[in-house]
């Protein structure tokens, strides 16, 4: 089984304010993918990186595939409450299956 | 309706309970899954449907037992269920049989046994 361990756990920041999350990896993954869960929905799909090195930006937020293919991080510029929210990360361990990190908890406050 | 609809949102049930969740997606894909979320634990892949046949059943206890009659719908039967079995269950599905494209998730049934 491929692992993915995200980091930090819990993030808490004001409404402006930069942060960083972390997906690692000891398995080289093909791609990598971005969810976002808000509470009491499930996750929405938000990237798939594919390419080692590859960034990928959505408005406010980037993703960026490390070269070896086995970390990927997700920054997001002067963040809003609305960013609020669940980030997981999930690569494929074998041709249909979808492995997840247990995920980080942003909360932004207003 | 569009993209992936579960019912119940919420359920209680006793131990002795028999239960069913239903799926149902409008997106024409023909992969189903069923995950289950626990707090502060990854997701955890349940069953995989592709084309309505049965491709995984990652180790799962018997008393889940999956149902999918066709490409659009996709059961879980609960009987006999234990209080660890408490959660949020999760189905979604993919344009094939592939981890690529990406899930679309339905938002949940959140199960409590009691």
């Known amino acids: 089984t491929q692992l993915l361990e995200q980091s930090p756990q819990f993030l808490s920041i004001q409404e402006g304010e930069n942060l960083t999350v972390y997906c690692n990896s000891s398995?080289?993954?093909?791609?990598l993918q971005w969810y976002r869960q808000e509470p009491g929905e499930g996750p929405v799909l938000l990237v798939t990186v594919v390419t080692g090195g590859e960034v990928k930006k959505l408005k406010r937020l980037t993703f960026q595939f490390g070269d070896a293919r086995k970390d990927s991080s997700l920054h997001i510029t002067a963040a809003q409450p609305g960013d609020t929210g669940l980030y997981l990360c999930?690569?494929?361990?074998?041709?249909?299956?979808?492995?997840f990190g247990a995920g980080t908890t942003v909360t932004v406050r207003a | 309706e569009t993209g992936v609809t579960q019912t119940p949102r919420h359920l209680v049930m006793g131990m002795t309970n028999k239960k069913s969740l239903k799926c149902e997606q409008h997106?024409?894909?023909?992969?189903m899954y069923w995950y289950k979320q626990s707090a502060k634990k990854p997701l955890e892949l349940m069953f995989v449907y592709s084309l309505e046949e049965r491709v995984e059943n990652n180790s799962v206890p018997s008393r889940f037992s999956p149902e999918c009659p066709n490409s659009s719908h996709l059961f879980l039967h609960l009987h006999t269920l234990q209080p660890e079995d408490s959660a949020l269950y999760l189905c979604?599905?993919?344009?094939?049989?592939?981890?690529?494209?990406?899930?679309?998730f339905g938002s949940g049934t959140r199960l409590t046994v009691v």
């Open positions: 979604a599905s993919s344009p094939t049989k592939g981890a690529y494209y990406g899930y679309t």
């Open positions: 398995s080289v993954f093909s791609s």
């Open positions: 999930a690569g494929p361990s074998n041709d249909y299956k979808l492995s």
């Open positions: 997106l024409g894909h023909n992969a």
